[in-house]
């Protein structure tokens, strides 16, 4: 009885790794033109411009935009921070405050991820300088939506 345990394990296991496997080479087909919608390094993107900013104590707080691998993306960034700050980039979809947030130590990266940029007017994004990890923009310490 104990052995039979031991082979049904192990089927399941085998069955779980071709599962994963298809998996993979499924992704791995998918077509190359489906832009994800986060961009890891905006730093790597062209055509870079400022679509609003807003000076908060004395940084810079920008929503930046680009082209990047193909697509166009939106994040944030934020100029003349002390050690100790944060830029904090937030997406809204549809009118909520926000559905996602991306933030970074300034001293160590002073610009978010970027986010793939939309047609509809539902899509908009911020920038805000913050003190902590847990800090959230509001209207006196972040950039207008753009």
């Given at each position: 009885?104990?052995?039979?345990r031991?082979?049904?394990?192990r089927m399941?296991?085998?069955a779980?790794m071709?599962?994963?496997?298809?998996?993979?080479?499924m992704?791995?087909?998918?077509?190359?033109?489906?832009?994800?919608?986060?961009?890891?390094?905006?730093?790597?993107c062209?055509?870079?411009?400022?679509?609003?900013?807003?000076?908060?104590?004395?940084?810079?707080?920008q929503?930046?935009y680009g082209?990047?691998?193909?697509?166009?993306?939106g994040?944030?960034?934020?100029?003349?921070?002390?050690?100790?700050?944060?830029i904090?980039?937030?997406v809204?979809?549809?009118?909520?405050?926000?559905?996602?947030?991306?933030?970074?130590?300034?001293?160590?990266?002073?610009?978010?991820?970027?986010?793939?940029?939309?047609?509809?007017?539902?899509?908009?994004?911020?920038?805000?300088?913050?003190?902590?990890l847990?800090?959230?923009?509001n209207?006196?310490?972040?950039?207008?939506?753009w």
């Amino acid at each position: 009885m104990f052995k039979h345990r031991t082979k049904t394990r192990r089927m399941g296991s085998i069955a779980a790794m071709c599962a994963a496997a298809a998996a993979t080479t499924m992704l791995a087909t998918a077509p190359a033109s489906a832009a994800s919608e986060w961009w890891s390094d905006p730093n790597s993107c062209t055509k870079v411009a400022t679509g609003t900013e807003k000076t908060v104590n004395g940084r810079q707080v920008q929503i930046r935009y680009g082209t990047c691998g193909g697509s166009q993306y939106g994040w944030g960034r934020i100029l003349n921070y002390g050690s100790s700050d944060y830029i904090r980039f937030e997406v809204s979809l549809g009118g909520r405050v926000w559905d996602y947030a991306d933030i970074w130590s300034a001293s160590s990266r002073n610009y978010t991820k970027g986010y793939l940029t939309s047609s509809s007017s539902a899509v908009a994004f911020r920038a805000c300088y913050v003190t902590t990890l847990l800090g959230t923009c509001n209207s006196t310490n972040s950039t207008a939506w753009w």
